[in-house]
């Protein structure tokens, strides 16, 4: 049974959220979380197969994105705040439960549901970015670093220098992406290439280079039709004029207080229920095949399941036969109980 994709609208006295629907209404509930700088969009390959499945399944624009709600300081993109918008989504749809499903920084979301909700997680699923309980903080992921790669004198922060532009050049980042939205989508939604790994990612040499494109606007790159057709890109790139970088960059303004957020979970960040890890092979910012960037996932989830999958970050839209391969056999094994 095939099901269309739906939109629909959450508005609280705090936060307004936008969000993408398919599948039955009483269904078991499945909640997509995406990261930067996508949209509810990213999960199109996922909503209808797992629909299908026999799933009531869910996709946020999240805070600062689309068709959600946008602020104008830093602190408004911190996790807390994040976390609690996923906990009024929750309730609006009249559900205790759901398995969580996030990406690059929608996968701090889910971990921190886990972590701070466990009671509000079935089981929790991640592309990319591993648990990291201290928090996806600059201060845990920089000693994570594979030194071999990166060595400290030339690459002080090996793959995340990126994350320090942001923090000590803001305004010039935001300019960079704004100056032509549809650019950065064409350049940054591109497949995984086997043989970059091994070598410095583009993000170890932001600073060096004065800017993400050298400090000045994007260049104009064919698109990479693996992973986007002609109207992604123009969805895309339609809701980040729209609302701007600032939103979507912020995220990467509120270290110390994720950090201090992740120190108040619950289990002292153990988590229970049944996890699942999807790494990307070609992945070279979130690389976690050869560095120690999964051992503490490893240290503090109960259940966990990893799985490897043939490519770079944009997983779920580069790949997306083998990632609902991965995710519908940890459903079947480890969530039998749930998926009626």
Not at 126 to 137: A, E, I, K, M, Q
Not at 267 to 283: C, E, S
């Amino acid at each position: 049974m095939t099901f269309p994709v739906t939109e629909h609208t959450v508005k609280t006295a705090r936060h307004t959220t936008g969000y993408l629907a398919c599948g039955a209404k009483d269904a078991p509930l499945i909640v997509f979380v995406h990261g930067w700088p996508e949209l509810s969009l990213s999960w199109r390959h996922q909503l209808p197969a797992f629909a299908a499945l026999g799933f009531r399944c869910i996709a946020p624009d999240m805070r600062g994105y689309g068709r959600s709600s946008t602020y104008a300081r830093h602190e408004d993109f911190a996790q807390e705040e994040i976390v609690a918008d996923m906990v009024e989504l929750l309730a609006a749809l009249g559900r205790d439960r759901a398995v969580w499903v996030g990406h690059d920084w929608g996968s701090p979301v889910v971990w921190n549901m886990a972590a701070h909700h466990p009671e509000k997680v079935v089981g929790v699923a991640s592309l990319c970015v591993p648990y990291l309980p201290t928090g996806f903080t600059l201060e845990t992921v920089v000693p994570l670093v594979d030194r071999s790669i990166y060595p400290e004198a030339k690459f002080p922060a090996g793959q995340w220098d990126y994350q320090f532009f942001y923090e000590e050049s803001f305004d010039k980042a935001c300019a960079s992406f704004d100056a032509n939205p549809r650019n950065v989508v064409k350049a940054l939604f591109r497949k995984g290439d086997p043989s970059r790994v091994g070598k410095p990612a583009p993000t170890s040499m932001v600073r060096m280079a004065g800017g993400w494109f050298g400090g000045g606007a994007c260049p104009d790159l064919p698109r990479d039709p693996d992973v986007l057709t002609e109207a992604d890109v123009e969805a895309y790139a339609a809701a980040l004029t729209r609302n701007g970088f600032f939103g979507p960059d912020s995220w990467y303004m509120n270290h110390k207080a994720n950090a201090a957020y992740s120190k108040r979970a619950k289990n002292d960040g153990r988590l229970a229920m049944p996890v699942l890890f999807l790494h990307g092979a070609y992945d070279t910012t979130c690389e976690t095949m050869t560095s120690k960037l999964a051992e503490p996932m490893r240290r503090h989830c109960a259940d966990l399941t990893e799985g490897i999958v043939q490519s770079g970050h944009w997983m779920a839209q580069e790949q997306p036969v083998a990632v609902n391969a991965a995710l519908a056999k940890w459903l079947a094994t480890k969530l039998a109980g749930y998926w009626s």
